[in-house]
């Protein structure tokens, strides 16, 4: 690989680990990671890397995020929608149901012709939308 896409340059990295008080066997670790990891502007992508992946971790039980800190640089690139539900309504002309959509499988590994493909069955088969899932997100080392 580059330099861009090496392990020890974008891996997480746990700084430091504590026994709960009183607890046996419960532990407190603080972990941090690479902000390159995460697209900018993107706090459902920040959060599903940081939450979704590790909590769906077989292995851990009893898992839970005690805090976050996230640094005020990357904050600022958090924008907000940009519009509400009425203009996605407006834009497809579907009124008086709820719209029906889904996400893109596999998440990682289709070509874009082939994502492409995936994309146009969704919508034939009557679908109303298409979604990329959480984790395909552009990062400076692989951008979209």
């Known amino acids: 690989t580059d330099g861009l896409t090496s392990l020890d340059r974008y891996k997480g990295r746990?700084?430091?680990i504590e026994p709960v008080a009183g607890e046996?066997?419960?532990y407190i670790a603080y972990v941090a990671y690479p902000l390159d990891l995460f697209e900018e502007g993107s706090v459902t992508n920040m959060f599903t890397s940081i939450v979704g992946n590790v909590f769906g971790f077989k292995a851990l039980r009893a898992l839970r995020l005690e805090d976050l800190r996230v640094p005020t640089a990357y904050i600022k690139t958090f924008q907000g929608p940009p519009h509400g539900i009425q203009v996605e309504r407006d834009k497809l002309n579907k009124y008086g149901r709820p719209l029906l959509g889904c996400t893109i499988k596999p998440k990682l590994g289709l070509?874009?012709?082939n994502y492409g493909r995936a994309v146009y069955e969704c919508l034939r088969g009557g679908l109303d939308f298409?979604?990329?899932?959480e984790n395909v997100n552009s990062q400076?080392?692989?951008r979209w």
Do not use: V
Not at 130 to 133: L, R
């Open 24 to 26: 046996e066997n419960q």
């Open 130 to 133: 298409t979604k990329d899932d």
């Open 14 to 16: 746990c700084y430091g």
């Open 140 to 142: 400076p080392f692989m």
């Open 111 to 113: 070509s874009a012709k």
